[in-house]
């Protein structure tokens, strides 16, 4: 026999999971701004955090709610928690997505003649971590979330590598420091963005297995 919580639970999911896809759609956005240097693309991306707000609100009242009115037993209980924890990761990669955004059109506005290629290969791997931490929700399984925590070092070896050659080119190449400094920051947070699906992952952990293995990463 259902359980009321259980068609509740449902929902929390899938209006997560619908978050998670805006999520998606502002980094894929936010990516093809910068790899096609076009500016409406990073318009665009405004319009989808909007959502991503609306978003976040809707779940998290809706999570209220379901503690408030069906006194959820253990499993029950880490599963909201860990969804809270989750939205709240996810409003804030949709925040990462406008910065980026927003310093793209300013490098763009500055200059045509600067080189995205290490920011778009960094990119494509916080795409994959992004989208792997969402289906580890998805398919709520411990193994793909253990696979996105061992992405994060790629994420942070490709983030050194920007910060190291930025910082040389800006001593030999000061008229660039400007636009060197803007690329930093796209790298950082790209990094965040992988810091959060790394969140993600390891809720989805907590929320199968009730242990919590923040600073202990994957093979905890």
Not at 107 to 128: C, G, P, W, Y
């Amino acid at each position: 026999m259902e359980r009321t919580i259980d068609a509740q639970l449902e929902d929390l999911k899938n209006l997560t999971v619908e978050m998670g896809g805006q999520v998606e759609k502002a980094l894929q956005t936010t990516v093809l701004g910068i790899s096609r240097r076009d500016p409406q693309q990073f318009s665009n991306v405004h319009k989808i955090e909007e959502l991503v707000n609306d978003l976040q609100i809707k779940i998290d009242n809706a999570c209220l709610e379901v503690l408030a009115k069906q006194g959820p037993v253990a499993k029950d209980l880490r599963l909201i928690l860990s969804i809270i924890k989750i939205n709240t990761d996810l409003e804030r990669m949709g925040d990462q997505c406008v910065n980026i955004a927003h310093i793209g059109r300013e490098v763009l506005e500055r200059t045509n003649n600067i080189s995205f290629q290490d920011i778009e290969q960094m990119a494509t791997t916080v795409k994959k971590m992004v989208k792997a931490a969402l289906d580890s929700f998805v398919k709520m399984n411990v193994t793909m979330a253990r696979e996105v925590l061992l992405m994060d070092d790629e994420v942070d070896s490709l983030r050194n590598k920007i910060f190291s050659e930025s910082t040389a080119r800006m001593k030999i190449e000061p008229a660039q420091i400007e636009n060197l400094l803007d690329l930093i920051l796209i790298a950082r947070n790209l990094e965040r963005l992988g810091d959060h699906s790394t969140n993600i992952a390891e809720d989805v952990i907590f929320a199968l297995t009730g242990k919590d293995i923040r600073h202990q990463g994957a093979g905890a």
